[in-house]
């Protein structure tokens, strides 16, 4: 794309009450903007992020068979009050029609999925199912002041499964911790997230969290690094040290952020829909349940977070926006004709660039704006690079490198295309 | 995709309170779920005739240069007081959060995507701009008997743009009216929607609207067949005709569904916001605004209205959520070897197949199913397609056809492979 048809703009500040560093590097990106507290648009270059980001989820998801759905935000009353939630729910946002006819926005979806697989299935050869969704939630957060970390309305895959058995249950959930370092892993912040034991309500021992170490994070974890196991500080106590044989001294603490959970619902949303299904033998018994969730408005902002430099935003190549950004320098004819091929010549290998061919535009300018926006490869034509067009003419470096080097058109494509 | 790993199954009978053709069909095949009136949610089948209808429309809009973004739902109420549409649209949605502070839920996003805009652009070099999303929508509908024709919580294609002058605005607005065409199409019903003058509002003397002639249709539009042109009903006088050189002779009266609008806006929404450019010589003026507006699940309705059958629903290969429904009848080894066999082909080519693997499921049951769900294609392999194992041994038959034929697997795969 031709960053002189893009409308978004980089900006030298972010709007004064946002405090987040995530927030501001974003929006003075022009990846998102701001609308509120807790709320926010998605710009072309961020709804680029939150697309690829999307399709290492779904992919990830569709492998251990979930099947995708999309469900309502507008939620019936009557759902909400079956599990206790209409009034146990402090986040909640109802609204009303002019009857005075309330519905819930949805922040979670066992109130709906679950009336849902209550239609279709009852024999015990129905199961296990799984399904999911990448849907926007809201909830009604007083103080979001974390940027994409804690929103209002925001966007999750929230994921469901419904089992006969405890054994089948346990498997699954086992699979998904996999699943989930896999993604992450896959976002780029692998490295540095962590499977987390945290407490689990009323149902089970433990939930697990997957939690990234960052100074931003609004949680604090204390980590084994050896065994690569983290606790979350509300379960650090000598019974649950002993139980997962942890020593205290080898614990060092962490501010994290929550960037994915799994929960073993047992019968608690079941239970209220009786949803239940009859075994071999003819006898009833009530569905078992786990969830799993990852904020993708969060995991995009964990990135910038945790990977963000002084100079701006560094993006994993698996999600940045596009892979190289080709930065045209001066508009002497030679560099304008030498950048148009490289353009063209990267579109063609389909390689996805975003070229900088703004007329009157600063060097400076240019180099700051290819910082702050992060693409993982810098590619410069200018007068000076064109000076080695012997040696290759084009000056590339990656974002996360000081230094760069000339190399030719060739060799640049060489890098994304075997 | 297995049939037998689908978690949905049809149903006899759509909920009670569905009156419309459309929601009935689709909740009988398991592609919808109701939540309440008006709200439903996307089952794995509807949201791959969904994802399908959606990458039509993004394509087309990428097109013509827009640029995709995603908005909030949530819209803060100063902006739509500078419109005067707080108090003045009586279908919008209001919530409130515990210290009393409202925010509306989107219904369209003029009053987002120009405070986002004004931003970025200021002057004349930075035009035409032009933005799109694919998005839920809130509208307080108090009687929502149409199924997926309308909604209270919908999802809607919404492309804004923006102008230096009218010449300009003029020359998009007509490439849109081709642009739209191109979508229904492409849809499957182009054969059914026409261009349809309508009222214009305030400002311009007509909107265009795309109107899909069906007898659920809850507008009256009367189309000269000639010219492939309509009026909607409420601009039918002698002045309209005459301007427009129809004879009213000539004008045939139906019930349509409005499929798509586009609309001049003129100055209605960036005037409030003081959304303006400095032209060449340094002057300030107020850009102007053109609204495009596609309702993906009103299309998804539509298809179904206009072309279900007493059968049930009829897909247009485009949208189809499966090319192809491979039906496995018997339990016989031989058909099962077989079946896995055209099954496993079919896939490796790439081929979408929804597999009806089910044991213990009737031909007639099958059968009906198929008819049901609507993919363009049914393929059957039966004790009986295997007697005519020399003339190929599966028996294909379209969805609109009455009469299949034998062909081999080969013969098979080479109507979607070249």
Known sequence: MRQSKLFTKTRKEAPADEVSKNAELLIRGGFVHKEMSGVYSYLPLGLRVFKKIENIIREEMNKVGGQEVLMSSMQPKENWEKTGRWTG????????????????????????VVPILKNYVSSHKDFPVVVYQIQNKFRMELRAKSGMLRGREFIMKD?????????????????????YKTVFTRAGIGHLTYLTFASGGTFSKYSHEFQTITPAGEDTIYLDEENGVALNKEVLNDEVLGQLNLSKEKLVEYKAIEVGNIFDLKTKYSAPFDLSFTDDKGEKHVVLMGCY???????????????????????????????????????????????????????????????????????????????????????????????????????IKKRTEEKGKIVSLDELLKIYVR
Chains 1, 2 share one sequence.
């Open 293 to 395: 969730g990852i904020g993708l408005s969060r995991l995009m902002g964990t990135v910038v977070e945790a990977l963000a430099d002084d100079k701006g935003i560094i993006w994993p190549e698996s999600i940045a926006p596009f892979a190289v950004h080709l930065l045209m320098l001066g508009e002497d004819e030679a560099v304008l004709k030498e950048a148009e091929k490289v353009y063209e010549s990267l579109n063609k290998a389909g390689v996805e660039v975003l070229f900088d061919d703004r007329a009157g535009v600063s060097a400076g300018e240019k180099f700051s704006d290819a910082d702050l926006l992060g693409m993982p490869l810098r590619a410069v034509v200018s007068a000076r690079s064109l000076k080695d067009l012997s040696s290759g003419g084009i000056e």
């Open 159 to 179: 994921m469901y499964s419904f089992h006969t058995g405890q054994e089948d249950f346990e498997k699954f959930y086992e699979k998904m911790k996999e699943v």
């Open 89 to 112: 729910m402090d986040d909640l946002y109802k609204v009303a029609d002019s009857s005075g006819r309330e519905v819930a926005l949805g922040p979670t979806h066992e109130e709906i």
